[in-house]
């Protein structure tokens, strides 16, 4: 492909728009957006349920994440990451806990998980944009969803359902609820066992730009979370990009692309239950396997196309980017489309995907 000038390339991929388009910062984008999220919680193990920070032990390695679990009560922690396309921002929210567990017999558990969603805001003239579409992960199935005031329909997928919306300081969020011990994630209130009901048992979680909060039992309606920037210093994408040039022995958190390392030590499986390795996923190794077009990770790397593929009547929608923290990643890292990180999905092709990301829009 032809080669940019470097500061033309990385004004491109990283953030190159005008000053009156710029009148939030990803952070506060992603802040304003942030849901409210019901996470239902076992009795026999509640902790195991709540959600935290990947590196919550103070390090980075992933096989130590189900032994070092202890109490759970470290602070409430959401990841985001925001890729802005020239009609859309593209927010995505991930949740992680340290164990996938179950308390069932010959069922499987495994270590580390992250499940999550990810919002289609349309940059429409107001300071943070309007909801149009929502996308959210449970297990290896990706469902969608559409506020009432939506124009899209069914695209390639059936439309799941609709978003509901909470109230907190002034700002209409939207309702997430994840499932215990598998945590898969749907909008509320889709999943069975946790809508927020006094005779059950589960968390709320609000977003905060104070400290955050961590559960005081399996059972509290009011914990604050703090929000991490995926593509932030020492983040995730850091630590994959860093896994990705070396090789996989001396690789501390991913196993390959996209799938966090995990192994059976500390108690996985125990019992007449197995224990599944390297099975958590990150976004970009996110995939709904039978949905008839889109492939492993785009959900990270191509979200304009994922939503296409999803939904139909969706207006103007460019798939030409202005901001990109995953594809600015990859290209200060050297990989193109014949040096590829190991794992990356053969149906992608990044030279293709760089040529999507746009100094200014038409």
């Known amino acids: 492909?032809?080669?940019?000038?470097?500061?033309?390339?990385?004004?491109?991929?990283?953030?190159?728009?005008?000053?009156?388009?710029?009148?939030?910062?990803?952070a506060e984008l992603a802040f304003h957006h942030a849901p409210v999220h019901y996470q239902d919680t076992d009795a026999s193990d509640p902790a195991s349920d709540y959600i935290t920070a990947f590196d919550y032990d103070a390090d980075r390695i992933s096989t130590n994440n189900w032994d070092n679990r202890g109490n759970g009560l470290w602070p409430a922690t959401a990841y985001y990451s925001a890729v802005e396309s020239c009609t859309h921002h593209f927010i995505t929210y991930a949740f992680f806990h340290p164990r996938d567990w179950s308390d069932t017999l010959f069922d499987q558990e495994h270590e580390n998980d992250l499940e999550g969603v990810i919002l289609a805001i349309r940059k429409d003239g107001s300071t943070f944009g309007k909801l149009e579409g929502m996308i959210t992960v449970f297990h290896t199935d990706f469902y969608s969803y559409t506020p009432p005031d939506s124009p899209y329909t069914a695209g390639h997928e059936n439309i799941d359902g609709g978003v509901s919306f909470e109230?907190?300081?002034?700002?209409?969020?939207?309702?997430?609820?994840?499932?215990?011990?598998?945590?898969?994630?749907?909008?509320?209130p889709y999943t069975s066992d946790f809508d927020g009901s006094a005779n059950q048992d589960g968390v709320v979680y609000f977003p905060t730009q104070d400290a955050a909060t961590s559960p005081r039992s399996g059972n509290d309606r009011n914990v604050a979370y703090r929000l991490v920037d995926l593509s932030g210093p020492g983040g995730l994408w850091s630590a994959a990009l860093s896994d990705a040039v070396q090789p996989p022995v001396h690789a501390l958190t991913f196993s390959h692309w996209g799938a966090f390392k995990g192994d059976t030590s500390g108690g996985c499986g125990a019992g007449v239950k197995s224990c599944s390795v390297d099975a958590a996923n990150a976004p970009w190794g996110w995939d709904d396997g039978n949905d008839g077009a889109s492939h492993r990770g785009e959900w990270a790397l191509d979200p304009a196309r994922l939503f296409t593929h999803y939904f139909a009547d969706t207006g103007h929608f460019s798939q030409q980017y202005v901001r990109h923290p995953y594809l600015a990643g990859l290209r200060a890292h050297g990989f193109y489309s014949g040096h590829l990180p190991s794992g990356f999905p053969a149906q992608v092709d990044l030279d293709s995907l760089y040529g999507k990301v746009v100094a200014a829009c038409p």
Not at 173 to 188: C, S
């Open 1 to 26: 492909m032809p080669r940019l000038t470097s500061a033309v390339a990385l004004c491109a991929i990283v953030y190159c728009i005008s000053p009156a388009a710029r009148s939030v910062t990803p």
């Open 167 to 188: 109230m907190h300081d002034g700002v209409a969020r939207v309702k997430t609820v994840q499932e215990a011990k598998g945590h898969g994630l749907k909008a509320w």
